[in-house]
């Protein structure tokens, strides 16, 4: 996530963590980089002097605190300054009702309404869509797809297309909804038209929030359009998508705090579940290469995967089933990318991006070989001969290497879990210290 951004930060964070001295010299030469990092990433000028001057004063004009190094000082700061500029504190959506989405084309605007549907019901809530766009070909059944995929009720009016008339309409019709979620309409650009309609609705619908969708790689532009849309239509929160494959999004997700309107979602993939709460610590810990067990342990739970299986592969006393069943869990959690991020210390590692792709196509490979196999060669991988090889690379479709590369990678993965003395050991170390003087629960 966040490629040059999220990359120019780790580094940043690896040069503290492994440098063999902090001085003046050395945090000068931080701020440097942080700097050049921070306007690569379209901050504005303004913005980034005020925060380098800021973490320039509490590290090298005050004291250091009792019980920490100035390199730990120096990284909580950074940290500290960075969740400020980003937000400080998640702004949750509870106990609204009508929710209006608004953005121009190209913005992901209606799959994110799909998306904060699935959100809703997966806090129990009942949520219903409007299609209020009539402007862009195949909207309207772009959104009806989504309610279908969904199982969620969607209202849209192909022969009358008129959005006041279907809005209010729907506020009838859905008026024992928990939530309803109205689709209004985009252009290529901010023209009266859509400023004249925007208006309108949001008279019609009254809504409980105003959610503006802006693309991360918008960069500094963000900043304008959050303040144009906010005059028409009240803008309430910000949804930043396409965070999956942008060195921008720092200066997007700046801006849109800029104008008072708080990030309150971010899209990070193209799959109704890419989507989660903004929550500017995690999303810093992360940027940071220091992880996010938190929203990691959240997707674990939500993708169902065992507590026990967990602890039998920290301990290092796992089976092919195990193994496999870990594999369909991480699945669900996202792309692989995603998820070696969010455990600490992963993300100031150089992992090319191809090779993780690499292992995810051979996981999947991995799961149909497994499931060629019989009962108890799954159980006891040891009894696998070169005649059951050969039998399981037929019934799989599957070449005897691919077989031999499980069982090598099974029996790589279980002496790494044991070296790492199980469930303690992970518990343990440098990364453990210097997540708990930056609050974060490991």
């Known amino acids: 996530m966040l490629e040059g951004f999220g990359k120019g930060f780790a580094n940043l964070v690896k040069k503290l963590v492994t440098g063999t001295t902090v001085d003046k010299t050395a945090v000068e030469e931080v701020l440097k980089d942080m700097k050049r990092i921070l306007m690569e990433s379209d901050v504005n000028i303004q ?103 969904l199982g969620v009720s969607v209202y849209v009016d192909e022969k009358s297309r008129d959005p006041y008339t279907v809005a209010q309409t729907a506020l009838t019709k859905y008026a024992n909804y928990d939530i309803i979620i109205f689709d209004t309409s ?64 720092g200066g997007a997700l700046a801006a849109a705090n800029v104008t008072g309107a708080k ?61 496999m069943e870990q594999i369909e869990s991480l699945n669900k959690m996202g792309p692989l990318q995603q998820i070696m991020g969010m455990i600490p210390g992963v993300g100031m590692m150089k992992i090319p991006e191809d090779m993780l792709k690499k292992q995810e196509e051979k996981m999947k490979t991995y799961k149909v070989v497994i499931q060629s196999m019989r009962k108890d060669e799954r159980e006891n991988p040891d009894i696998i001969s070169a005649a059951r090889i050969a039998r399981i690379a037929k019934g799989s479709g599957k070449t005897e290497n691919d077989v031999r590369d499980l069982l090598s990678q099974y029996n790589q993965t279980k002496k790494v879990m044991r070296s790492l003395g199980g469930m303690k050991g992970l518990q343990r170390g440098e990364f453990k210290k210097l997540s708990q003087q930056f609050g974060f629960k490991l």
Do not use: W
């Not at 400020?84 to 009702?97: Q, R």
């Not at 190209?106 to 309404?113: E, F, Q, Y």
């Not at 619908?205 to 906010?230: N, T, W, Y």
């Not at 992880?291 to 602890?311: F, N, P, R, Y």
């Open 47 to 149: 913005l980034t002097d005020k925060i380098i001057e800021e973490i320039n004063k509490k590290c090298l004009k005050e004291d250091v605190p009792s019980g920490l190094t100035l390199r730990e000082h120096v990284l909580k700061v950074i940290y500290e300054e960075l969740v400020k500029m980003l937000g400080e504190k998640p702004a949750e959506l509870l106990g609204k009702k009508r929710l209006m989405v608004v953005g121009l084309f190209g913005s992901g605007k209606t799959t994110t309404v799909g998306k904060l549907a699935r959100y809703f019901m997966k806090q129990g809530l009942k949520p219903a869509l409007v299609g209020l766009d009539y402007y862009r070909p195949a909207a309207t059944q772009q959104i009806q797809q989504l309610g279908k995929q």
């Open 186 to 249: 985009g252009r290529n650009a901010l023209d009266k038209d859509l400023a004249e309609e925007l208006k309108r609705l949001s008279e019609i619908v009254k809504p409980d929030e105003v959610l503006l969708v802006l693309p991360a790689d918008l960069g500094k532009i963000v900043e304008k359009q959050a303040e144009e849309f906010h005059k028409l239509a009240g803008v309430t929160g910000v949804i930043i998508t396409k965070m999956d494959g942008t060195a921008k999004a």
């Open 263 to 323: 990030v309150k979602f971010i899209g990070t993939g193209e799959k109704l579940e890419d989507f989660e709460l903004y929550n500017p610590g995690r999303f810093v810990s992360r940027l940071l290469g220091l992880g996010d067990l938190e929203t990691l342990l959240e997707k674990a739970k939500e993708a169902d995967i065992k507590k026990e299986s967990v602890e039998r592969i920290a301990e290092g006393k796992f089976t092919l089933q195990d193994f």
